[in-house]
C-alpha cells in the first residue's frame, strides 16, 4: 500500500515537472517571437487592416490578376496605392510608422523585401543586395535558392536587420538536401534602407542583440 502511494506521488511529481518544462519552453518560445519589433499582417483582397489610425486594404482585377495595395493615414483625404503585385504580400510598419515594409513572394521560389516611404510612396529593395551577399558568402552553386527575411528596424529608422536563409537546395533526396543545407547556416545582415546597401555581415550568422 504503502509502495503503491509512493508509485502514485512519483508519478504526480513526473507530471508536475513535465507542466513546468513545457510553460518554460512555450515562455521561452515566445519572448524569442517577440525578440523584433515587426508584425506582418496578410494582405488579401477585399479584407481591410486598421492599424494605430491608418487603413489598409488590397484590390485583384479578375482579368490580370493584378493586386493593388492601398494605405490612408490619419491625414489623407482618400486611399494612396502603394503596391502592385501578381501573388501576395505581407506588410510591417515601423515603430514611427514613417515606413511600410512589404515582404513580397513574387514566384514559388523568391521572395523580396521594398520599404515603401509613407511620405513620398518611394520603394526601396532592401533584400537583394543582402541575399547576393549572402550567396557569395556561401558559395551558393546557381541551382540553389536563398531568401531574406526581416526582423527588426533600428530605432534611427535607417537600417534594417535581415536573416538570409537557404529556402531551395538542388538535392536529390531528403537526406541529400539535409546534409546540404548544414552547409549554408542562416547569417544576419544589416542593411541601409534608403539604397539597400549591406552595411554589416556577421560572420559568425547572428548579429549581436544591440546591432544598430
Known amino acids: 500500500m504503502r509502495a503503491e502511494k509512493r508509485c502514485r506521488s512519483l508519478i504526480v511529481l513526473v507530471a ?29 483582397p477585399g479584407q481591410v487592416f486598421h492599424v494605430d489610425g491608418f487603413e489598409l486594404s488590397e484590390t485583384v482585377d479578375p482579368g490580370s490578376g493584378l493586386r493593388r495595395d492601398f494605405i490612408q493615414g490619419p491625414s489623407d483625404a ?31 521560389k523568391l521572395s523580396k523585401l521594398v520599404v515603401v ?19 557569395h558568402d556561401a558559395n551558393m552553386g546557381q541551382r540553389n535558392w536563398a531568401n531574406a527575411r526581416a526582423l527588426e528596424f533600428s530605432p534611427s529608422g535607417d537600417r534594417l536587420l535581415l536573416v538570409v536563409e537557404v529556402t531551395y537546395l538542388d538535392a536529390s533526396t531528403a537526406q541529400e538536401a539535409a546534409k546540404e543545407s548544414a552547409l549554408f547556416p542562416p547569417r544576419n545582415y544589416v542593411v541601409n534602407i534608403a539604397s539597400g546597401a549591406v552595411r554589416e555581415s556577421y560572420v559568425d550568422g547572428v548579429a549581436p542583440k544591440q546591432w544598430y
Open 16 to 44: 508536475l515537472a513535465c507542466i513546468w518544462v513545457s510553460t518554460n519552453v512555450q515562455a521561452q518560445s515566445e519572448a524569442s517571437t517577440n525578440a523584433h519589433n515587426l508584425t506582418f499582417l496578410g494582405m488579401t
Open 78 to 108: 482618400q486611399p494612396r496605392e502603394f503596391y502592385r503585385h501578381g501573388r501576395g504580400i505581407s506588410v510591417a510598419f515601423s515603430s514611427d510608422h514613417r515606413l511600410l515594409l512589404v515582404d513580397d513572394n513574387y514566384t514559388t
Open 117 to 135: 516611404d509613407l511620405g513620398t510612396l518611394q520603394q526601396t529593395d532592401v533584400s537583394s543586395n543582402a541575399v547576393q551577399a549572402y550567396r
